[in-house]
């Protein structure tokens, strides 16, 4: 069974980082490219960041380039998303997502419970 989980989420002040984690398990998870999505209260789910099976190539939402950054370790099977000079409206519920190939194609098949991240003004 695929399953994933995030930490590292919580309540910081604007301009403050935080780093989230997900931890994959009962998946090649080096075989597979991973994002992260997020969703605020009354709002749709919406991409925020994804990163291939080799960590090389990554993709980010226009609200979140140069301030965040995705990465993996392959040998701890987690994705991160290191996230500087937060902002209020990044407040959201913080998805992690495996897709079913190794490229980015925006197919994800298994999702993560989520993490709260909270940004005060």
């Known amino acids: 069974q695929v399953q994933l989980v995030e930490s590292g989420g919580g309540l910081v002040q604007t301009g403050e980082p935080l780093r989230l984690s997900c931890s994959v398990s009962?998946?090649?998870?080096?075989?597979?490219?991973m994002g992260w999505f997020r969703q605020a209260p009354g709002k749709e789910r919406d991409f925020v960041a994804a990163i291939d099976w080799s960590g090389y190539t990554t993709y980010y939402a226009d609200s979140v380039k140069g301030r965040f950054t995705i990465s993996r370790d392959n040998a701890k099977n987690t994705v991160y998303l290191q996230m500087n000079i937060l902002k209020p409206e990044d407040t959201a519920v913080y998805y992690c997502?495996?897709?079913?190939?190794?490229?980015?194609?925006?197919?994800?098949?298994?999702w993560g419970q989520g993490t709260q991240v909270t940004v005060s003004s």
């Open positions: 009962g998946r090649t998870f080096s075989n597979y490219a």
């Open positions: 997502a495996i897709e079913g190939s190794s490229y980015i194609g925006r197919k994800y098949d298994y």
